[in-house]
DNA sequence: TAGAGCCTGGACAACGTTGTCAGGCTCGGG
DNA sequence: CCCGAGCCTGACAACGTTGTCCAGGCTCTA
């Protein structure tokens, strides 16, 4: 039996390649690679005569084939917690703004803060040998990712530190910002000041802490368990978290906001209770400036932090940037209302 | 003079091929390929020193020329407006998760509400052979696609139905839900309305326009022009098209806006007036219920039209789906307060 | 013990593109 | 009239992987 064969430029699940577009327009195969890459040595009659078998066909270059030939794919990956998060959008919207102007394509993939839920996205992203990495870790140990630092694949970390290799990174001034809005509250008169948070183990959550003590122990305040809460994160248990720490032993007349979502969830407890309570965000939340009171934050600005991450990596691209470095970038103090409330004691 | 080779394991910005862990294992080429897909045929012990020439290389898959030789990417494409908007983060999760349940990878593009952007991604991400494409479209025409669907590549619209080509599209009811919005108004006893939205190019803002025409027409309101305010879109325009409404010659005592982003910058212009005027909003917004009043809107779903859109795609893929259809999700109208308020007159 | 059948491993072509190189053509100058 | 230079064009290999197919060695059965 005679087989039919398998491929055919009109057959449905196939398509046209330079290969029947040169038959079409009675050219070499290199001519069409010519045309379709806008390479100089092709005569205008010969250029239209390819340009319509190209329109006729609906040829699309096919850049698999492409990139295995160049090595290059024109392409960067960006792992982050989660694209949902206000504070990621911007910030992957900006890495995509400087991969545009480069003509690169973004890669996107949310690891959900689970270690290896980071390592699978990454190592899918360098099989598919994206030309650089942006990542939001949420592991903290990246020697996986040695082979391919190894072989060139350009890496700024964001947010966080990389655990035990040795790469660029790109973060806020956790500690500062935090010391700030704490020491903010202090000046106007906290002495007892809650703090909840995100677990230690995460690189910003651990130094927002530390921001939170410093500013205690310069204000030469002991500070109590009991007015500290790590690790939660749903909304359930930072509620609890917040109201035991309002109405314990020895309550709380401030509140520090670890991120931002903790930062929404204490504005809902907040807003029930009968007296006031100061409470200072780390994170701009939206809309912050309408509430009443307004929220004080300690605003870190995602796309800049995003547009400078991006700069590097294509720096490193470039061949411009050898050396990793650790750049922190500041936070900003926003002044709204919630931040100045004076303690009710 | 002898050339030195180009390619060795170890140089740096080159990357070990399956010939390399070949060579190293001291097996056959089809055997590491075995080996590195899980196919069955291969000795434990074989398999052994497969997996250590692996790791001792730092071995990893090239996958652009496994695409080129199996033909789909595992990977799908996402093109929405800008990824910076509420809006667009919990949908492009949405899809990442349908994606990733499939085993695939989400390529992302924003096409700034630019028709020629959005061509430009769609057909990079062609080029790249993803295997589908979500679609938010900036354009009203997209023949330019009709290649890529003979082809096979999987497409759903989403938001906003494709031009001039018959495919799948994912929806909210904008219509229904302006009009339901705009009749809640009524209801409570507006009849000077004001609408505020985006450019009636766009299908989602032609729809809400048509919505909130036909409830007042329902209602026996003739409309007049100064009520509404189309094609603005910039926090400044919006600020003086409210500004206008509320001080013409004609007042409204409510307002509808067409989405989040006018909602936000109306909330704003109420907050300072004198006269407390009604407002209902397209879209929900973060904290809208801890605001004062609370913000009534018309919400929709977007997480859940991102996972529609994107087990539609799948669907496609899996040949379960053929003919295109439309899929209207409903909106749900939830009353906060500022779409309550009385007329004052 | 021979033959059939199974299991393991490897040689080879193909996927669609681009870099290299050489051939053919035209044109101008000697 | 011939030759070299310069321009277009196309044949061919290579990129790294997977599918096909076959060889060789083994086990099992008649």
């Known amino acids: 039996m005679p087989q039919t064969p398998l491929r055919s430029a009109t057959r449905y699940g196939t398509r046209p390649t330079m290969k029947d577009v040169a038959a079409r327009a009675g050219v070499g195969l290199k001519t069409v690679s010519r045309v379709v890459n806008g390479e100089p040595g092709v005569t205008p009659e010969t250029e239209r005569r390819v340009q319509e078998a190209i329109d006729a066909l609906g040829f699309r270059r096919n850049d698999s084939a492409r990139v295995l030939r160049k090595g290059r794919t024109a392409s960067i990956g960006l792992v982050l917690e989660d694209l949902a998060d206000p504070f990621y959008g911007p910030l992957s919207r900006s890495v995509e703004e400087v991969a545009r102007a480069h003509g690169a394509l973004l890669i996107n993939g949310s690891s959900a803060e689970d270690p290896e839920r980071e390592q699978e996205l990454v190592l899918a992203l360098c099989a598919r040998r994206v030309d650089g990495l942006v990542v939001i870790p949420a592991g903290d140990d990246h020697r996986y990712l040695e082979p391919e630092?190894?072989?060139g694949v350009a890496t700024v970390f964001v947010d966080r530190p990389a655990g035990h290799i040795d790469a660029d990174v790109v973060l806020s001034d956790n500690f500062g910002g935090a010391r700030d809005g704490v020491a903010h509250l202090i000046?106007?008169?906290?002495?007892?000041?809650?703090?909840?948070?995100?677990m230690p183990r995460i690189h910003t959550a651990a130094e927002r802490l530390r921001g939170y003590r410093v500013a205690m122990e310069d204000a030469g305040i002991p500070v109590t368990d009991s007015w500290m809460s790590l690790g939660v994160t749903d909304p359930e248990r930072v509620r609890r978290a917040a109201e035991e720490m309002l109405t314990g032993p020895d309550p709380v007349t401030a509140i520090f906001a670890g991120n931002n979502r903790v930062t929404v969830t204490v504005i809902r407890v907040l807003a029930e209770q009968a007296r006031r309570v100061a409470l200072v965000g780390f994170d701009d939340i939206e809309l912050a400036d309408l509430l009443q009171p307004g929220v004080t934050v300690v605003a870190q600005d995602a796309s800049?932090?995003?547009?400078?991450?991006?700069?590097r990596l294509f720096r490193q691209l470039d061949g411009t940037l050898v050396t990793p470095e650790r750049i922190e970038l500041p936070t900003r103090l926003i002044t709204r209302g919630s931040g100045e409330i004076p303690p009710a004691d």
């Open 149 to 151: 630092l190894k072989a």
């Open 304 to 311: 800049d932090i995003g547009r400078t991450a991006a700069e």
């Open 187 to 198: 000046a106007h008169g906290h002495r007892r000041i809650g703090f909840i948070g995100d």
